[in-house]
């Protein structure tokens, strides 16, 4: 951020009166701009015995597998912005959404809101975001073409709950970053 | 938003290129400016059978009592951000911070994550943004003074739940917007 988006003047970092930590303050009408964590929603829908996952068709982690998630957008609830996503990447309804995983990931700033749902039906199909759409059995689930740490986690849980028979909601910070490519 | 961010021409709404909705986008640069929900984080703090309670200092709602709460800032997970600002409004620790309330108001782009937690000590104060704190019984909540409706709920989820000595995870959307005093 270089400019003020209310007057067009420069910013910078400053601590405004009564504030504790630094945000970018505009050096001539002094509006104050905050910067503040996004959330992703997203939804583990299932079908009978069977997970959907998503093949990713685009970057980060094109060609990865994945949950229908995404940004959630102005003026929806979470369980909305998961359903869109899951129309949107995969083509596919689901039955009332439950809450299921709340992750932090501080270090990018971001909070995932997860949903557990079965499908409606079973049909699905590739969104524009999406290479590829399909239910996996948990003996076939692609644990080493997962996307995101995430994904894997919300996948553990799910298929040790399963056996339990209870899904209890489930609150974690996930610190572990992946390492870069070289 | 009037201006673009990063390199300080006007904006206009329009919708990208593989878009469905309309954004501000620069007119020089092309920068999509998304705008996205908010994140507010708080805690219930609990001490035996009391609930503690923070007088507004400030507006919106300004003499009217709520829990700790306020936004999630960039870098601190939910947990955290809910533990911070139960310092900074009720000079208050908890322990263990449990989730138990996640709230959509998508009519003002909030997500509301509130955690359930005994306090530490008995000890507490008013923070620079809260004119008093208190510990209330059950029988005791000023039910007529409070701030947001999300307060309500939750505390009338905690009454009922203590009764049964079980606190599940709730994700409700919240539509109701107080009407404004003519």
Redesign the interface.
């Known amino acids: ?8 003047h ?2 910078s970092r400053r601590i405004p009166p ?1 504030d504790d ?1 630094e945000r970018y303050v505009c050096d001539s009408c002094d509006h104050i ?7 992703i929603v997203g939804i583990l829908p299932i079908w009978e015995s069977q997970v959907l996952l998503c093949k990713r068709a685009i970057e980060p982690r094109k060609g990865y597998w994945t949950m229908p998630a995404g ?10 912005g998961a359903s869109r996503e899951t129309w949107e990447e995969a083509r596919a309804r689901v039955v009332d959404p ?2 299921y995983c ?1 992750f ?1 990931l ?2 990018i ?1 971001q ?1 995932y ?1 997860f949903f557990l749902a079965d499908l409606s039906a079973p049909e699905f199909a590739a969104g ?1 975001e999406s290479l590829d759409v399909k239910l996996f059995d948990e003996t076939d689930i692609p644990w080493e073409e997962l996307a995101f740490p995430v994904v894997r986690t919300t996948l553990n849980h799910y298929f040790s709950d399963r056996k339990e028979g209870v899904y ?4 974690e ?1 996930i610190y572990f970053k992946r390492p870069v490519a070289t």
Do not use: I, Q
Request: negative net charge; aromatic residues 12%; contains cysteine.
């Open positions: 951020m270089k400019y003020c988006s209310y007057c067009g420069s910013v009564d930590r701009h905050y910067e503040n964590p996004r959330v940004f959630l957008e102005n003026g929806e609830s979470t369980a909305d439950k809450l709340v932090d501080p270090y700033n909070v809101v524009p209890p909601t489930r609150n910070a």
